[in-house]
């Protein structure tokens, strides 16, 4: 059985993302940024229990279950957003020589761009929660990690703005009748308003704690 994408080393997964090949692209890059992010998260919350001012080890059990739930999430989207546009690429490749083949060929490329569409969307859904969770944790994290905190923001901001992208590119792909064209463009817009102001939060947060 073929390794998915999660399962690869990082050399090698790097290899298929500078290849040729459509997949893995923009999308499941972003989801690893992601993923990473709330693995830094995870980290920090895991070396603040028991220092002075710490949240309480409930708190903190919640905490780093909000980001273990969204580094899981994010890593399976890594593969899933690749598989998402293997489909419409094998889509696009069937034949049309019948009426028949290319109304067959219409549906499933239309199923395929939606799939391609809500996945990264998905994205950016997990990512920006990850990007509020790295805000909560600037104030609380341990002070020798705060750096980290500070680096899985910025990553977390990346892969909600990077999916974005994503979700853009595909929506004039969808077919005129697709609720997603109009739900999608107005959830990435409700999604994406608050990024650079939470960015920006956490490092200020970050450089009130260092200074």
Do not use: K, W
């Not at 693995?39 to 909000?66: I, Y």
């Not at 939606?114 to 996945?119: D, S």
């Not at 899985?152 to 853009?168: I, Q």
């Amino acid at each position: 059985m073929a390794e998915t994408l999660p399962e690869l080393r990082l050399d090698a997964f790097l290899e298929r993302l500078s290849s040729p090949a459509p997949t893995p692209g923009g999308g499941s890059a972003s989801a690893l940024a992601g993923a990473t992010a709330a693995a830094l998260l995870h980290m920090v919350l895991a070396l603040t229990g028991g220092r002075p001012g710490a949240p309480d080890d409930d708190t903190l059990a919640a905490l780093r279950g909000e980001a273990a739930s969204g580094q899981s999430e994010l890593l399976r989207l890594v593969q899933l957003d690749a598989a998402a546009y293997d489909a419409v690429i094998m889509a696009r490749r069937l034949p049309r020589t019948t009426e028949l083949e290319v109304e067959s060929r219409r549906v499933q490329v239309a199923s395929a761009t939606h799939e391609a569409t809500r996945v990264p969307l998905e994205i950016v859904r997990c990512a920006s929660r990850v990007l509020e969770l790295a805000e909560r944790v600037a104030a609380i994290g341990n002070r020798n990690a705060i750096s980290d905190v500070g680096v899985a923001a910025l990553l977390a901001a990346a892969a909600t703005r990077g999916a974005a992208l994503n979700v853009r590119v595909n929506l004039p792909y969808l077919p005129a009748d697709d609720p997603l064209r109009q739900e999608a463009a107005t959830e990435l817009d409700r999604l994406l308003a608050p990024v650079e102001a939470r960015d920006r939060a956490v490092r200020s947060v970050i450089e009130g704690r260092l200074s």
